[in-house]
């Protein structure tokens, strides 16, 4: 059974960085593709940032390109979110999220496995 567990998260000032990591076990991580999504209060859960199984291809929402970066690292089976310029509107859970047929699509449905969420609180 996968499993997914977020780390990273915590409080940090506005134009600050976190990096966020998402550790993965129980699924051939290098055959999967790994996603970020995020949910504020109040809000539905919305999608962040993809990166394929092979790494080369990424996929990021609108919000958060040219601050945040994703990446992995195939030894360690886990995922980084790299968060820049923080604003406070990036204040949400952070969710982990793997993608069984490798696309970076940004389709909440098309995730099969999810971890537990990590809080990121961005203080103005």
């Known amino acids: 059974q996968a499993q997914l567990v977020e780390s990273g998260g915590g409080l940090v000032q506005a134009g600050g960085s976190l990096r966020l990591s998402c550790a993965a076990s129980?699924?051939?991580?290098?055959?999967?593709?790994m996603g970020w999504f995020r949910q504020a209060p109040g809000k539905e859960r919305e999608f962040v940032a993809a990166i394929s199984w092979s790494g080369p291809r990424t996929n990021y929402a609108d919000p958060v390109k040219g601050r945040f970066t994703i990446s992995r690292e195939y030894a360690k089976n886990t995922v980084y979110l790299q968060m820049n310029m923080v604003k406070p509107e990036d204040t949400a859970v952070y969710y982990c999220?793997?993608?069984?047929?490798?696309?970076?699509?940004?389709?909440?449905?098309?995730?099969?496995?999810w971890g537990q969420g990590t809080q990121v609180t961005v203080a103005s």
């Open positions: 999220a793997a993608n069984r047929w490798g696309g970076t699509t940004n389709q909440e449905h098309e995730y099969d496995d």
């Open positions: 129980g699924l051939t991580f290098s055959t999967y593709a």
